[in-house]
């Protein structure tokens, strides 16, 4: 079997999987945990490990990608019509919800209605499921279930937790700061206040274990590639496995390894990030680049947007700003008022083009 490393879709087994076997052991034992957290920044290969595992457990499983709030019941409902629907295929659980109101069966398919009169309790379709015997539910970049509906969600996570013990949940996050938004597990008023939640991280790799990720990804096209260029591009990419696979991925596909091309990743990178920030104004941009180039405080990075804006640049308003990023797992505070970029590719990125944020 042909192993591909610069395959840029999420791995679905161990072989095309490199080196995660203490972040799959560390995943497969805590299945015995209600929830588990998966998490690590953007493009570090969370979806990756979590597709390996599911396949190699012998348990029925549904996965769900969740790109979008739920903030509607329609939107709820069919979430959780995909989800009893690959359980349904997996391990048939049809004849435990037949006959409850507002749950549709059409052979594999399970379909739940979000009308107000008709819509059944989600909390009593995990309880019928978990009758059933063991499940696993994953939701892969969870955070953005928070919002209008993450109450419910929460209230059913809760109850899983207490009542549906051959129930587990592992849900992903890149922005580790909004999923413990989500999941509140300070705040009295949540579901899921106090109650222990198991956390795998997935870190970056190390200098030797990147160079000894591109050299095995080029041998597997028989790619002669130049140790300076290989060294160059873990010096620039700096462990992010998904920066990592970018480049080898271009390199076969123009059939040399050059220099260049790390370059267009850190280009891609920066487009990268623009696009993930257009909802947000243009001084997250700005707060990137500052902290990007050495201006870490506070203070540094006001003095930073106020020569970019050519404007005041109130307390409060940066203090918003930096929420905002460190929330979503761009940046991250090291020590009283000092920042630092966490993807070190976006940091490489933004310090070669000082000027190109307009605010």
């Known amino acids: 079997m042909l192993v591909v ?74 979430t959780f019509s995909e ?116 956390e795998v991280r997935v870190g970056r790799f190390n200098a030797d274990r990147s160079l000894d990720f591109l050299e095995r990804g080029f ?21 992010i496995v998904g920066w990592l696979t970018e480049f080898g991925h271009r390199c076969v596909r123009i059939g040399e390894v050059r220099k260049e091309v790390v370059d267009e990743v850190l280009e891609l990178a920066i487009r990268t990030v623009q696009r993930e920030l257009s909802r947000f104004s243009k001084l997250n941009l700005a707060v990137i680049e500052a902290i990007s180039n050495g201006y870490e405080r506070w203070s540094e990075i006001k003095e930073y947007l106020e020569r970019k804006s050519r404007r005041p640049v109130y307390d409060a308003e940066l203090r918003r700003h930096l929420a905002s990023l460190e929330k979503r797992g761009y940046i991250s505070r090291i020590d009283r008022g000092k920042y630092a970029i966490v993807d070190p590719v976006v940091k490489n990125a933004f310090s070669k083009n000082q000027r190109r944020t307009q605010v």
């Open 83 to 198: 989800i009893l629907t690959q359980l349904n295929r997996k391990e048939r659980v049809k004849h435990v919800l037949q006959g409850i109101k507002g749950v549709s069966v059409f052979g594999l398919s399970v379909s739940l209605s979000w009308d107000r009169d008709s819509r059944t309790s989600l909390i009593q379709l995990m309880d019928r499921v978990c009758g059933v015997g063991r499940a696993i539910i994953a939701f892969d970049e969870a955070q953005n279930m928070r919002g209008k509906l993450g109450y419910e969600v929460l209230a059913l996570l809760a109850h899983s937790y207490d009542y549906c013990k051959n129930i587990s949940f592992i849900l992903t996050g890149s922005e580790l700061g909004l999923l413990y938004d989500f999941l509140r597990l300070d705040d009295p008023s949540s579901p899921l206040y106090g109650r222990h939640i198991e």
């Open 219 to 239: 041998q597997q096209y028989n790619m002669r590639a130049p140790r300076d260029t290989l060294e160059y591009a873990v010096d620039k990419l700096d462990g």
């Open 5 to 78: 490393y610069f395959d840029g879709r999420p791995k679905e087994t161990r072989e095309d999987l490199y080196d995660r076997e203490e972040e799959l052991q560390t995943l497969r034992s805590s299945l015995s945990e209600p929830i588990v957290l998966l998490t690590g920044i953007r493009r570090i290969g969370k979806t990756s490990i979590l597709k390996v595992l599911l396949n190699e457990v012998d348990i029925p499983y549904a996965l769900m990608d969740v790109r979008l709030p739920l903030a509607s019941y329609r939107s709820l409902y069919s």
